[in-house]
Every structure is written in C-alpha cells, then in structure tokens.
C-alpha cells in the first residue's frame, strides 16, 4: 500500500489500485470492558461504518439490538453513544440492576459498551454499587487452582441464576464458549 500525505487524512492506494481514505484513530476505550479487540467482538477490518459513514479499520461485529438491519457499526459510535441515538440500539442485556448502581452506569453498559457473543446472552453482571468489568469468560479449572473464594461464590451465584445448581467441584465444567459459560 503506498501512503501519500492528505490534509485530514492518510491517502492510500490499496494493492487493487483503489484509492482510500485511512482514519488511523486510536481505539475508544470502554470502562467496563477493556479488552474487546481481545475478546474478538472488535475486529480489524476495513469497512465504510454504516452509522458515521468514516472509513473505518476496526469494526464491531458482537450483538446490536435493534430494529435496524445492522451487523456492524465502528467502535467509536458506541463509545460516544451515536449508534444507540440513531438507531435506538443496546448492545447489552441490563435486568436486575441492584438499587445503589447508578443509573448512568446502567445506562452506559447498555448503550456505550461493547457486548460479547454467548450462548446465553451476554446479561451483564453488577455488584451491588457498580457494573463489573468484562474481562473474558471464566476458565472454570482455573478458577478452582487460585482458590479465592468470592471469585467462586460469585461463579456459582451467576449459575444459580441460569438454574445451574452446582456444587463448586464442578466449575472444572466451565470452558470459554461451553456450556455453561460466565
């Protein structure tokens, strides 16, 4: 690709000929999920963001909820809240928020946070003060070598709530992308 150097933008000419528009910025980043791109729901793929329309070299592909025919919208429109504004979109399931969560907080994992692709849906999970921080599913085996008991009892109260009633010698069970995931 050669680059040239453009007013506003970087100026490229792709190995088909065509020439592009780049906008190079920095990824957003989000208060509770901080590792999308990571997670895989944020991908690098050049595309045209059908809610900015800025050429774009990472979309997000995770789960829009909306009435809109959309499969991808650019990370920055869920940051700054365009995408749930102009489409009236959600990309996270939020019940049961516990009464001393602010409703901003709520709010903003709803609306200006990324979702995650699992079978169950992704419900977001809330202590009783804030939401809390995505940061993978749980590797069940793991979780049973660091021995931290919150950690576990915080597992097995997410399983309860799927009416999974294990005892804790089965979170070995919990695999990224199984069944049941947390």
Same mark, same amino acid.
């Given at each position: 690709?050669?680059?040239?150097?453009g007013?506003?933008a970087?100026?490229?000419?792709?190995?088909?000929?065509?020439e592009?528009?780049?906008?190079?910025?920095?990824l957003?980043?989000?208060t509770y999920?901080?590792?999308?791109l990571?997670? +895989?729901c944020?991908?690098?793929?050049?595309?045209?963001?059908?809610?900015?329309?800025?050429?774009?070299?990472?979309i997000y592909?995770? %789960?829009?909820?909306?009435?809109?025919?959309v499969?991808? #919208?650019? &990370?920055?429109?869920i *940051?700054?809240?365009?995408?749930?504004?102009n489409?009236?979109?959600?990309?996270?399931?939020?019940?049961?928020?516990?009464?001393?969560v %602010?409703?901003h #907080?709520a709010?903003?994992?709803?609306t200006?946070?990324?979702?995650?692709?699992?079978?169950? +849906?992704n419900?977001?999970?809330?202590s009783?003060q804030?939401?809390?921080?995505?940061?993978?599913e749980?590797?069940g085996?793991?979780?049973?070598?660091e021995?931290?008991?919150?950690?576990i009892?915080?597992?097995?109260?997410a399983?309860?709530?799927?009416?999974?009633?294990?005892?804790?010698?089965?979170l070995?069970?919990?695999? &990224? +992308? +199984?069944? *049941? *995931?947390?």
């Amino acid at each position: 690709m050669l680059d040239f150097e453009g007013d506003e933008a970087t100026r490229q000419i792709n190995n088909t000929g065509i020439e592009m528009t780049a906008y190079e910025d920095r990824l957003p980043s989000f208060t509770y999920f901080w590792d999308p791109l990571g997670n +895989g729901c944020i991908v690098h793929k050049e595309e045209i963001c059908p809610c900015c329309g800025r050429h774009r070299d990472h979309i997000y592909t995770g %789960p829009i909820y909306t009435t809109v025919d959309v499969e991808m #919208v650019c &990370p920055w429109c869920i *940051a700054d809240g365009t995408a749930a504004a102009n489409w009236s979109a959600s990309f996270n399931d939020v019940y049961d928020v516990p009464p001393g969560v %602010p409703q901003h #907080v709520a709010r903003e994992i709803e609306t200006r946070t990324p979702g995650y692709d699992s079978w169950q +849906g992704n419900r977001w999970l809330f202590s009783q003060q804030d939401a809390l921080v995505f940061l993978g599913e749980v590797h069940g085996a793991k979780l049973l070598e660091e021995s931290k008991a919150g950690k576990i009892e915080a597992c097995l109260k997410a399983l309860r709530e799927w009416r999974i009633d294990w005892p804790a010698e089965d979170l070995k069970r919990v695999v &990224p +992308g +199984g069944q *049941a *995931a947390i």
